[in-house]
């Protein structure tokens, strides 16, 4: 079964703070996504990784930072955490094929005060 | 730039009752794409449903439907008959078939009710 593993899955940060949020897989996957998810609005990719220790930009990264230090795992950092911030952030991985399918993570609501 | 306009929910509907969630969407920037509905359950991640690469086709899953219409750049989910375990947040995406990895667009997601 593949599994994703996010954390944590809750967090209120403050304005201004860094925020690290966490991805785990054990797909054996050479793929793995950010999204963010705001109210309302469908799931908008803020960072891609295709290969450890390599990221690309997605459709909105500005503000955010990732790391990709091994297969199974890549991380979001919001270096200063701005109240726009606050959204639902989804973690995926996949094969890399495009019609292969994408196995998300349960999630981490964000909130920033 | 692509897009995907869905069923805003939240939708209600009785159990055994049928269901229709409506799924349009733009391929400005992709020749062929792929079209896809992701179901996010209470407390878990997203998970495919079903998806249907071929204008024209039909996929289904778990008693789900969906049929891919170019003319109409429609990809609309029914199913005949809910079930209350039904009760979930349902995606529609379009992907890029050309591309070199799975960059999904997503719709705003359809939350459904299902009552007992």
């Known amino acids: 079964e593949a599994a994703v593993t996010q954390s944590p899955r809750s967090k209120v940060a403050v304005t201004g703070g860094k925020v690290t949020l966490s991805c785990h897989q054990t797909?054996?996957?050479?793929?793995m996504y950010w999204y963010r998810q705001d109210t309302g609005h469908g799931l908008r990719l803020i960072h891609y990784?295709?290969?450890?220790?390599?990221?690309e930009k997605g459709d909105i990264p500005d503000g955010y930072k990732a790391s990709r230090p091994s297969q199974e795992n890549f991380s979001l950092i919001l270096e200063l955490a701005s109240l726009s911030q606050t959204a639902v952030y989804f973690c995926?991985?996949?094969?890399?094929?495009?019609?292969?399918?994408?196995?998300f993570g349960a999630g981490t609501r964000l909130s920033v005060l | 730039g692509d897009s995907v306009t869905q069923t805003e929910g939240p939708v209600t509907v009785s159990e055994s009752e049928s269901l229709i969630i409506n799924c349009t969407y733009s391929?400005?920037?992709?020749?062929?794409?792929?079209l896809f509905w992701y179901v996010r359950y209470p407390g878990e991640g997203l998970q495919l449903l079903l998806k249907?690469?071929?204008?024209?086709q039909k996929g289904s899953s778990r008693g789900f439907e969906a049929t891919y219409n170019k003319e109409t750049t429609s990809f609309h989910l029914q199913k005949a008959s809910v079930q209350e375990s039904d009760s979930a947040v349902y995606y529609c995406?379009?992907?890029?078939?050309?591309?070199?990895?799975?960059?999904?667009?997503f719709g705003a997601g359809t939350r459904l009710a299902v009552c007992p």
């Open positions: 391929a400005t920037s992709i020749a062929y794409p792929n």
């Open positions: 797909n054996n996957h050479d793929y």
């Open positions: 995926a991985s996949s094969d890399g094929d495009s019609q292969n399918t994408l196995y």
């Open positions: 990784s295709y290969v450890a220790d390599s990221t």
């Open positions: 249907v690469i071929t204008a024209g």
């Open positions: 995406a379009l992907g890029d078939l050309a591309g070199s990895f799975n960059k999904l667009t």
